[in-house]
């Protein structure tokens, strides 16, 4: 498994790094870091604002990123042979979606700061950026590193099912992990005492559906590092996840790739869930 790891001096970035190898044993690694300077960071700018020692400042951002780097690096397995140390000057989560393509990740881990929702929307996160822009299966991580032991795994459909099936297969977790299958099923809001649209019988299916593809999933998952168990709630999709995802260790999701205004009149989930749990959250694409 070859794994990108944003990199900066916060504490969410040196837990992201520890969750990693709490959930992997990957091959190759690589730690990206990207020197944010701002509008200071073309030296036209700077030097139109006539602004003095922009070198050295410039220098020293960049001779802290190589530390933070370095730091980063002290926190990997012996065993792990390949490790990268990647810094530029420029948006780090650009960077970090560049140095995902170019080395072909399987998956990109970040830290998120805990920004609430309006201020990310105003001021933008590396996490937000990632997620919004990027195309690799991601693995936010929220708070310190912890031992992964149970798994909320959330389902939609059937293609949500086999996306996530396919990555546990052939990802399988460093250590044995119970995993819950979930799918929310979302209430049609309509009481009809006569049933002369035939809502109950609508609604009868859809709960059969429900527990054949939870239970279906399950079945495929089958694998000497996994327990499985599955679940079926009404409600909200988010706000089911949001509950069935306390006393859990990491949630898994999809993204089903919304940008742009169907994503803002549509919603993301996985976004969503990103803001509202409290675990790490691996979100595949």
């Known amino acids: 498994m070859r794994v990108v790891i944003g990199v900066d001096w916060s504490d969410q970035t040196f837990a992201a790094v520890a969750q990693t190898f709490q959930l992997y044993h990957p091959t190759d690694v690589a730690l990206v870091h990207g020197v944010d300077l701002g509008i200071w960071q073309h030296p036209v700018v700077a030097q139109a604002g006539n602004v003095q020692g922009y070198d050295d400042f410039r220098k020293a951002m960049v001779d802290a990123g190589h530390k933070a780097l370095d730091h980063a690096a002290t926190m990997i397995p012996p065993e792990i042979e390949s490790i990268r140390k990647v810094t530029e000057v420029g948006s780090p989560a650009q960077l970090i979606l560049d140095s995902a ?13 805990g920004r609430n929702r309006l201020s990310e929307f105003v001021l933008g996160s590396v996490s937000h950026r990632v997620l919004l822009h990027g195309s690799r299966p991601t693995l936010i991580v929220r708070g310190a590193a912890r ?36 799918h929310a099923l ?41 327990t499985v168990s599955t679940k079926v709630a009404t409600g909200n999709p988010v706000a089911v996840i949001e509950q069935e995802a306390k006393g859990m260790d990491l949630v898994i999701v999809t993204s089903h790739g919304r940008k742009g205004i169907s994503r803002f009149l549509i919603g993301s989930v996985s976004h969503a869930v990103v803001h509202h749990v409290t675990c790490p959250v691996l979100v595949l694409r």
């Not at 009809?192 to 709960?207: F, N």
């Open 186 to 226: 979302i209430p049609i809001g309509v009481n009809d005492p006569y049933d002369a649209l035939g809502t109950e019988t609508w609604w009868e299916g859809a709960e059969r559906y429900a527990e054949e593809l939870v239970t279906s999933t399950a079945a495929k998952l089958l694998h000497p590092r996994y």
């Open 101 to 113: 393509d170019n080395l072909s990740a399987d998956l990109i881990v970040v830290g998120v700061r």
């Open 147 to 182: 031992k992964i032991q149970r798994v909320l795994v959330a389902i939609e459909d059937r293609d949500d099912a086999d996306r996530i099936v396919n990555w546990l297969t052939h990802h399988p977790f460093a250590d044995p992990t119970e995993l819950c299958v979930l």
